[in-house]
């Protein structure tokens, strides 16, 4: 019911191990045969196997029951009704187990028994999760001392080796598709066309959650996989007949990890690499991501645009979200940060917070403080009171 297509020459194959086309080395994508979708977005049951008739797998799924994340209605200064989903409320605490689960399970399928990714930290806690519960070896390259500690705490606790290469993420990244195909390890990026599959999910939740389709969707951009992948779950449920207008795509970057934004500005559909990206939000610290060609046309498609954030606007809006209960970790709140700048007359926006708050605690206290600390009494604690 799928078959891969390079993204580029548009040729078709039906061998699942390659992730790049044999022909001109583009990115493949799933393509579905939508009329056998046979799912009702009614709002009941949401979680991400609901979905699973638009999902590429043929076995039992690896699941820790990811999806169903809330979409919680928040209260900012913008003439919109404003949305936040949460993916930090997956099992790792963020988007990228929607990934996991489908990627996790074509490995086992494929008859791989190791896996491997390079990370700024969530994708490789939550692989180093999915392949504890599949029983698969997994391997994963950070770079060393970038990665927050929350994440980083996850990738060892559940069984992964964790190699740190003092290097940044673009150049781990490179590393491990090497080291994949020398050593015959199943790569768990995002050039895994498989693992997007799990992430457009977010874009059937959003419509079964609303009711709708929203006007404009605000996701963070690091690697750029999970802004195509939503546009491609909305592409998805138009070609079926569930909605009929496809929300403006809205890629933030932070400002200094922001190619994306300038091939935007520029009107390009590629990108030049950044060299050195730096910003206080490790999980989209990224200078050359992989799937930016297809972000960008999933922007111009959409008539959506690339907004770029400052680490003091992504700060601000995370403060703002902490405020009404809602806590994420830096590069979550840049969709915010950029909906904020943004001059627009939306109806219904959805931001997408894409981590927990808790993956990156040494950034939680050094903008919020520490604790007063008193003498054990009653009259002390009055005091302040
Ligand atoms: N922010 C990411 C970077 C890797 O992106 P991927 O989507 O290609 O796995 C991470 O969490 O490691």
């Given amino acids: ?136 070896r997994a391997y994963v390259l950070l770079p060393s001392g970038k990665v927050a500690l929350g994440k980083l705490a996850q990738a060892m606790m559940h069984g992964a080796r964790v190699i740190a290469i003092r290097g940044n993420f673009d150049v781990a990244l490179k590393l491990v598709r090497e080291i994949s195909e020398r050593k015959g390890l199943y790569l768990l990026n995002s050039v895994n066309p498989f693992r997007l599959e799990g992430q457009k999910t977010i874009a059937f939740e959003i419509v079964d959650q609303l009711g709708h389709a929203p006007d404009a969707v605000f996701v963070p951009v690091g690697n750029a996989g999970n802004i195509s992948a939503i546009y491609k779950g909305f592409l998805e449920l138009r070609e079926a007949g569930y909605i009929d207008e496809i929300p403006k795509m809205i890629g933030v970057q932070a400002e200094g990890a922001n190619p994306i934004y300038r091939a935007f500005v520029e009107g390009k559909d590629s990108i030049e690499p950044v060299e050195n990206p730096e910003t206080i939000a490790t999980a989209i610290r990224i200078g050359a991501p992989v799937n930016a060609r297809k972000a960008l046309r999933a922007v111009y498609s959409s008539k959506g645009k690339v907004l770029q954030v400052s680490d003091e606007e992504i700060v601000s809006a995370q403060k703002m979200l902490a405020k009404q209960g809602i806590g994420v970790e830096p590069a979550s709140a840049s969709s915010l940060a950029g909906l904020l700048k943004e001059d627009s007359d939306f109806d219904t926006v959805v931001c997408i917070a894409t981590g927990n708050l808790l993956k990156d605690p040494e950034e939680v206290m050094r903008v919020s403080g520490t604790p007063v600390e008193v003498d054990a009494n009653i009259s002390e604690i009055e005091r302040l009171i």
């Fill in 1 to 136: 019911m799928y078959l891969l297509r390079c993204i580029e020459c548009g040729e078709n194959f039906e061998n699942e191990l390659i992730y790049t086309c044999p022909k001109c080395g583009g990115l493949l994508e799933v393509v579905f045969d939508v009329s056998n979708a046979d799912f009702r977005l009614d709002g009941n049951n949401v979680t991400l196997w609901k979905y699973r008739s638009l999902l590429p797998v043929r076995i039992e799924p690896v699941t820790l029951f990811e999806g169903g994340t809330p979409l919680y209605p928040v209260d900012v200064d913008v003439d919109a009704r404003v949305f936040v989903k949460h993916e930090g409320l997956n099992p790792s605490g963020s988007f990228k187990d929607r990934g996991m689960t489908v990627g996790v399970t074509k490995a086992l399928e494929l008859g791989m028994k190791s896996v491997a990714c390079a990370s700024t930290g969530n994708t490789s806690a939550s692989m180093a999760m999915y392949s504890a519960r599949a029983g698969l």
